[in-house]
């Protein structure tokens, strides 16, 4: 196997596998950041912009797993990981690899059991902030597993944005992934909502985003506050109760209605308010809510 580097000689860190939207940003990020590094891509013409900036090309899947201590993959699944790994999986003997691929806790289990037999440090990633943001620090990249493998690589994997490492399940990170995306579309479908309510008012959209982003710290307030009653189990009323929210979103709803427009996101609003009143939570504190949804659809 040639041993591959860059036009000053010197050895790759880290390989990227699978260039498409992600995979590119990835690649360079780390060539952002002066690593070397080495890039592939079945179509291998998706490999030239980056190659024209600096990266070194490897013509095999096996080249680039030889190339560097680090190996990151981000392909369409874990299937296709699978396909394209598991014939030159001797490779990737003392590799760490890294596996932005989105997928199930089941699939990153699978994953890091198949990465151990074949003498590989594993790490289950998933990158939560787009494509645009990576490389800047504000963007979100979480990685469990192998904590030995992202104490060694921390540093390069830092290139790509604020690298959280969550535990040693590889579970860990597909699970933090569907919770945060999750997350984020309950914020964005209440913004939606907002935005066509004050829309019908003749509010612009960015009018209206610049006063609700000045409200968001109260947001992110509260479910640091709420997160500390769900650990304990208690439900104060300091930011009024359950049936209050209740009567206050039949406002939404039927203001909604006046003006024209959907009520699907505060009927779903309202559906689990109802929820928690019908579990005994009426005069608890809203984050009563999540001990009702934790339960699921039939034990209420
Ligand atoms: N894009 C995002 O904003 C984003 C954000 C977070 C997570 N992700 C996750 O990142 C992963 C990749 O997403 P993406 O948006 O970068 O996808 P993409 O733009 O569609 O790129 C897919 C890549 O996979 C390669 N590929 C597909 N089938 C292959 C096969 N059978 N053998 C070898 N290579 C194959 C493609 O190669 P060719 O160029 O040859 O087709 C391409 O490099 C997905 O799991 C996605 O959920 C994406």
Redesign the pocket.
């Known amino acids: 196997m040639t041993v591959l580097e860059n036009e000053n000689h010197e050895p790759s860190t880290v390989s990227v596998i699978?260039?498409?939207?992600?995979?590119t940003r990835l690649a360079q990020a780390f060539l952002g950041a002066g690593h070397v590094t080495t890039v592939w891509?079945?179509?291998a013409a998706?490999a030239d912009a980056l190659v024209a900036q600096g990266a070194v090309r490897a013509d095999t899947v096996e080249a680039a797993l030889a190339a560097s201590p680090l190996v990151v993959v981000?392909?369409?699944?874990y299937a296709?990981v699978e396909?394209?790994l598991g014939p030159v999986a001797d490779g990737l003997r003392g590799r760490v690899l890294v596996n932005?691929?989105?997928g199930t806790p089941q699939d990153a289990a699978a994953m890091a059991d198949r990465a151990a037999a074949h003498g590989a440090g594993y790490l289950d990633g998933?990158?939560m902030s787009?494509?645009r943001l990576v490389g800047r620090p504000e963007a979100l990249f979480v990685f469990s597993g192998s904590r030995d493998a992202f104490g060694t690589q921390q540093e390069v994997l830092a290139s790509l944005g604020n690298a959280v490492y969550l535990g040693t399940s590889p579970t860990l990170a597909p699970v933090y992934d569907t919770a945060l995306f999750g997350l984020v579309w309950g914020a964005l479908a209440g913004f939606y909502h907002s935005v066509a309510l004050v829309g019908a008012a003749d509010v612009d959209p960015t009018a209206f985003a610049a006063v609700a982003q000045g409200h968001m710290p109260f947001v992110t307030s509260l479910m640091v506050e709420h997160a500390r009653q769900i650990e304990d189990g208690g439900f104060p009323d300091d930011d009024g109760t359950v049936e209050v929210h209740r009567a206050a979103m039949e406002h939404l709803v039927h203001t909604s209605r006046a003006q024209g427009i959907g009520t699907d996101v505060p009927d779903l609003f309202q559906s689990l308010l109802k929820r928690a009143v019908a579990g005994g939570h009426g005069q608890s504190g809203i984050a009563s809510v999540a001990a009702t949804i934790a339960k699921g659809e039939q034990n209420v």
């Not at 699978?18 to 995979?23: S, V």
């Not at 981000?74 to 699944?77: K, S």
């Open positions: 699978g260039l498409g939207q992600l995979g891509n079945r179509s998706k981000c392909l369409p699944d296709t396909d394209l932005l691929t989105s998933a990158a787009g494509t």
